[in-house]
């Protein structure tokens, strides 16, 4: 159904607030029937890489509406996914510096909560304070991920081998940095997986993309394509804006 294009599916929040980082939870719900129904296998993320055609889901941030809202439709279907957590910020709320505005004040999974996830869901860091790692001398931007590492490995008893880049925001010396603690790190890129891919710096398509009128049913059709296509030149401009 998809043409052999694996994706790896990014999502934040799942509230009815209509921010850039919230999707509606009965839309997720809709789109996690679509991938049972589909046939399109759902895998963990280090197991998509290596299948054609597959789909792997990743959270952004550790928000607790992901409790309420992703596990019991993740559970219902026997999807694993990838829930990526700021280590300070855990049990708190998602007020790190250089919050964008328009963001909505939502509280974060804690310690406790992270801990009792099922074995399928995995934890993966986020580094500890969600900077743009760019921005960073080498030494700060490789602290800020392996001190999220360490905690997380400590606080739950668990290898974390996987990074998400905060803004999806990257460079070759960034990337460098996390080849010293991660086996896989990924970022923002609307793009499926390609052919060759680089373990770290993975693409991701942000599902905010696909909540209006093209639903993630299309995401796999040519019209999905090259609206993606088209969402990720304008994106990528607005980055060299910003950056």
């Given at each position: 159904m998809n043409g052999g294009r694996s994706a790896?599916?990014?999502?934040?929040?799942?509230?009815?607030?209509?921010?850039?980082?919230?999707?509606?939870?009965?839309?997720?719900?809709?789109?996690?029937?679509?991938?049972?129904?589909?046939?399109?296998?759902v895998l963990p993320l280090d197991q998509?890489?290596?299948?054609?055609?597959?789909?792997?889901?990743?959270?952004?941030?550790?928000?607790?509406?992901?409790?309420?809202?992703?596990?019991?439709?993740?559970?219902?279907?026997?999807?694993?996914?990838?829930?990526?957590?700021?280590?300070?910020?855990?049990?708190?709320?998602?007020n790190w510096p250089g919050q964008s505005a328009g963001i909505p004040s939502l509280p974060l999974m804690s310690w406790a909560e992270l801990a009792g996830l099922p074995v399928p869901i995995s934890v993966g860091a986020h580094t500890a304070t969600h900077p743009n790692l760019m921005r960073l001398p080498a030494c700060e931007c490789e602290r800020e991920m392996s001190e999220c590492q360490t905690r997380i490995e400590q606080s739950?008893?668990?290898?974390?081998?996987?990074?998400?880049?905060?803004?999806?925001?990257?460079?070759?010396?960034?990337?460098?940095?996390?080849?010293?603690?991660?086996?896989?790190?990924?970022?923002?890129?609307?793009?499926?997986l390609p052919a060759r891919w680089n373990p770290l710096d993975l693409p991701r398509i942000d599902t905010y993309y696909f909540r209006g009128w093209l639903?993630?049913?299309?995401?796999?059709?040519?019209?999905?394509?090259?609206y993606l296509g088209a969402r990720a030149l304008l994106r990528k401009a607005r980055q060299y804006v910003v950056w």
């Amino acid at each position: 159904m998809n043409g052999g294009r694996s994706a790896i599916l990014t999502y934040h929040s799942l509230d009815d607030s209509g921010s850039v980082i919230s999707t509606p939870p009965s839309q997720f719900q809709r789109q996690m029937e679509f991938l049972a129904a589909s046939g399109i296998p759902v895998l963990p993320l280090d197991q998509a890489l290596h299948r054609p055609g597959s789909v792997a889901i990743t959270f952004d941030d550790g928000f607790r509406n992901v409790l309420d809202h992703a596990l019991p439709a993740l559970e219902r279907h026997g999807f694993p996914a990838t829930i990526f957590v700021v280590s300070d910020y855990c049990g708190r709320g998602n007020n790190w510096p250089g919050q964008s505005a328009g963001i909505p004040s939502l509280p974060l999974m804690s310690w406790a909560e992270l801990a009792g996830l099922p074995v399928p869901i995995s934890v993966g860091a986020h580094t500890a304070t969600h900077p743009n790692l760019m921005r960073l001398p080498a030494c700060e931007c490789e602290r800020e991920m392996s001190e999220c590492q360490t905690r997380i490995e400590q606080s739950l008893g668990r290898p974390v081998r996987w990074l998400a880049y905060p803004y999806g925001a990257s460079s070759p010396e960034v990337r460098s940095l996390a080849g010293h603690h991660f086996d896989l790190a990924v970022g923002t890129l609307l793009q499926f997986l390609p052919a060759r891919w680089n373990p770290l710096d993975l693409p991701r398509i942000d599902t905010y993309y696909f909540r209006g009128w093209l639903s993630l049913e299309r995401l796999f059709t040519p019209s999905g394509r090259l609206y993606l296509g088209a969402r990720a030149l304008l994106r990528k401009a607005r980055q060299y804006v910003v950056w």
